[in-house]
């Protein structure tokens, strides 16, 4: 099955000559670096994608141009397959269940065609390295030297996973989130030595640019603004969305606090932090893998098969949505138009609810009895535009 699956995946990108235009990007961020430019200033590729990530991960990207862009591309394509099979393994480690080597490689070669990794390898993006990193922290034993330092790591690179301090302090892990909070605030310190003009840049304008990172009403877009905006027909959902996200942001960090087990409290906390985003495009949806992983080790076969289904239909790239057509969907094509934010809030309740039947390994303890308000991290999650999927048409490379 990986074979087949790998090859199929080998042709698709021989036959449409995916362009990974988010590589190019960070090729371009490293290169910035390297050379002293001006990090925030440039775009590139013919759809102008500009740098959006903090000036640590433009750093981390130096090493990508010591390769062509060829080499540096068969680089990420290889990686983020090797990254969904540790993927994998690490879903198979929360929900505890058994991690044998022909199960590894089927949930591989399957979970590669779920649109969210389908659409990460071929944009050459970094979201399966991202997942991996905090699921990797997250998921060691409790007193592990250092826990929560990879966490902080990962929201220095790209801010969302921020939400999983706000997670960690609600489940009573104070240790680990401070030392999380430490890592962040290193990752800040660094970016502001190497890069100090570029370090203010983004920290006072660009961080709060959302618009730099594409529309926020597209199809792509998976997060609630995305729902709302096209559900209302504005491209400026404005205080609609604020408070909707705020809704969302709480109730979700509410069900992972009360959640009677860590693995559902962690799941609930991911999916809260893609609703809240200002924009999660779809290929953000990484955390589907863990998310099928612990819904088969609670025993729930038919939603796991339902919920592998929908991240496999793309039906909102079988929408019209050319221009500004996402604007103007009728009603009944609302809900094929933001399947995730719309199952994301559905499982939320399951998420909190479930321990009592959960057949996972862990033991179902009662939830921490910590003090605070819920809150949610986020930042700008993305560098690259308007997309629309390789294998779903004709002209199945462009971006808006």
């Known amino acids: 099955m990986l074979v087949v699956s790998l090859g199929a995946l080998a042709a698709l990108c021989v036959v449409q000559h995916v362009p990974m235009a988010d590589t190019s990007v960070y090729r371009a961020e490293g290169a910035a670096v390297a050379s002293g430019g001006d990090l925030y200033g440039f775009t590139v590729t013919e759809w102008e994608l500009p740098a959006t990530y903090p000036p640590f991960a433009a750093i981390l990207f130096v090493p990508t141009t010591w390769l062509p862009t060829a080499a540096l591309k068969a680089v990420f394509l290889a990686g983020n397959v090797a990254l969904l099979a540790l993927l994998v393994r690490l879903s198979c480690r929360l929900a505890h269940l058994p991690a044998r080597a022909p199960l590894l490689c089927a ?24 997942a991996c990193l905090v699921l990797w922290d997250l998921t060691r ?12 790591v990962a929201a220095g ?67 609630l603004q995305g729902l709302v905006a096209r559900a209302l027909h504005l491209a400026e959902p404005g205080l609609a969305w604020a408070g909707a996200a705020a809704l969302a942001g709480a109730a979700g960090l509410w069900a992972a606090r009360r959640a009677r087990r860590e693995a559902h409290g962690l799941l609930a906390a991911a999916l809260t932090a893609l609703l809240v985003s200002p924009v999660s495009w779809s290929h953000h949806w990484v955390w589907c893998v863990p998310l099928l992983a612990l819904l088969a080790a609670d025993g729930r076969v ?92 004709s002209s199945a490379s462009t971006i808006r």
């Open 107 to 130: 949930a591989t070669a399957l979970g590669l065609w779920l649109e969210p990794v389908f659409q990460t390898v071929l944009f050459g993006q970094i979201n399966l390295a991202l």
């Open 157 to 223: 690179i790209k801010l969302t996973p921020a939400v999983f301090v706000a997670y960690l302090l609600l489940r009573g892990r104070t240790r680990e989130a401070g030392t999380a909070v430490a890592a962040f605030a290193g990752t800040v310190l660094l970016g502001a030595l190497v890069l100090p003009s570029a370090s203010v840049e983004f920290w006072t304008r660009r961080l709060y640019e959302t618009g730099r990172v594409g529309k926020a009403w597209i199809v792509d877009n998976q997060s």
């Open 302 to 393: 038919r939603l796991a098969a339902a919920v592998a289904a929908l991240f496999t239909a793309r039906t909102f790239w079988l929408l019209p949505h050319q221009g500004d057509l996402d604007l103007r969907l009728p009603w009944w094509q609302q809900p094929l138009a933001a399947p995730y934010a719309l199952l994301a809030l559905g499982l939320l309740p399951y998420l909190c609810l479930s321990g009592v039947r959960s057949r996972a390994g862990d033991e179902a303890v009662p939830p921490p009895r910590t003090g605070g308000a819920p809150g949610a991290g986020g930042g700008v999650p993305r560098g690259a535009g308007r997309r629309q999927p390789p294998a779903s048409s």
């Open 141 to 152: 034993p409790r007193g592990a030297l250092g826990k929560g330092f990879w966490l902080g």
